[in-house]
């Protein structure tokens, strides 16, 4: 962090690292004391969360396979992006080869993360964020939860059947984070792996959303596979994308095909039937 002051004769730098500040923070998310030994991977993607869990992994029982942790901006290994699966092949094959509690990959930035189970099957997004959004209203009853449009529906009912609020919202780290700041909400999630938390100044962090699932696994007892197994309720696709001519022409066509069925659009065109519901959006 550089901070500045100038005069019209006079300039003057202060730098200072924020990093013991970060772990304080990070770590003020879980109870490092009631975190069990496990033994997990943790693919930094070379970027910057392999040097921002160095120190957090000082102060905790784990015994850590530590893919990538070295930045590197020409990325040798993988791009920086987990949601996409060929990303994560790595990170699978480790854990697949020599086991483990379970693996996280996170992004370039370090904002995003994306969890493998025990068994290296990837945890899609919306089911790591219902775990989260249960352990965060099981500690802040009737709180908010505040989710992109494009996440399963297992969120938004896991959130009700635990008394709060869920409340949707347009995709986007800017209209997320907004929000969530807005109405005080205690956390946030979108489908791409970004997790919000009011104690982190309404922002995302991958970091912090791999310590939260850490104190779940250690609270709840259970591999990764048999939680999420609890919130798999749904079959759902991945987020697919098309090039079309008028795609706001094909939208409107598409809602009158509809007509009659429950609607939304907060963002593009959502559709709700008894037995399905899509998500359209232009980009």
């Not at 000082?58 to 993988?78: I, M, T």
């Not at 996170?106 to 990837?122: K, L, M, N, Q, T």
């Not at 969530?180 to 997790?195: D, N, Q, T």
Request: glycine letters at 8%; a negative charge.
């Amino acid at each position: 962090l550089t901070t500045g002051s100038s005069s019209s004769d006079k300039i003057s730098e202060e730098k200072k690292s924020i990093a013991a500040d970060f772990t304080e923070r990070a770590l003020s998310f879980i109870e490092a004391d009631k975190i069990r030994p496990m033994k997990i991977v943790l693919d930094a993607g070379s970027g910057m969360a392999g040097q921002m869990l160095l120190p957090i992994l000082q102060k905790l029982p784990l015994e850590v396979k530590k893919l990538h942790f070295e930045p590197d901006g020409n990325f040798p290994y993988h791009p920086p992006d987990p949601s996409r699966t060929e990303n994560l092949k790595d990170l699978i094959d480790e854990i697949s080869a020599k086991g483990g509690n379970f693996g996280a990959a996170f992004d370039g930035d370090g904002d995003r993360v994306i969890f493998v189970d025990e068994s290296g099957r990837v945890v899609p997004p919306s089911i790591a964020g219902a775990i989260m959004s249960r352990y965060f209203l099981l500690k802040n009853p009737k709180d908010k939860i505040v989710y992109g449009v494009t996440v399963s529906r297992i969120v938004p009912e896991t959130v009700v059947k635990m008394g709060g609020i869920a409340v949707g919202e347009r995709v986007g780290h800017v209209f997320i984070s907004r929000k969530l700041k807005e109405i005080g909400g205690v956390f946030a999630l979108e489908s791409s792996g970004h997790y919000f938390f009011r104690d982190f100044f309404y922002a995302d962090s991958g970091i912090i959303g791999f310590l939260v699932m850490l104190q779940i696994l250690s609270d709840e007892t259970k591999s990764l596979s048999a939680l999420s197994a609890e919130f798999s309720k749904y079959i759902s696709i991945p987020e697919t994308n098309f090039s079309v001519l008028n795609p706001k022409k094909i939208m409107e066509s598409v809602a009158e095909h509809f007509a009659g069925y429950e609607m939304e659009r907060i963002d593009g065109l959502s559709v709700k039937t008894e037995d399905f519901w899509f998500n359209l959006r232009v980009d």
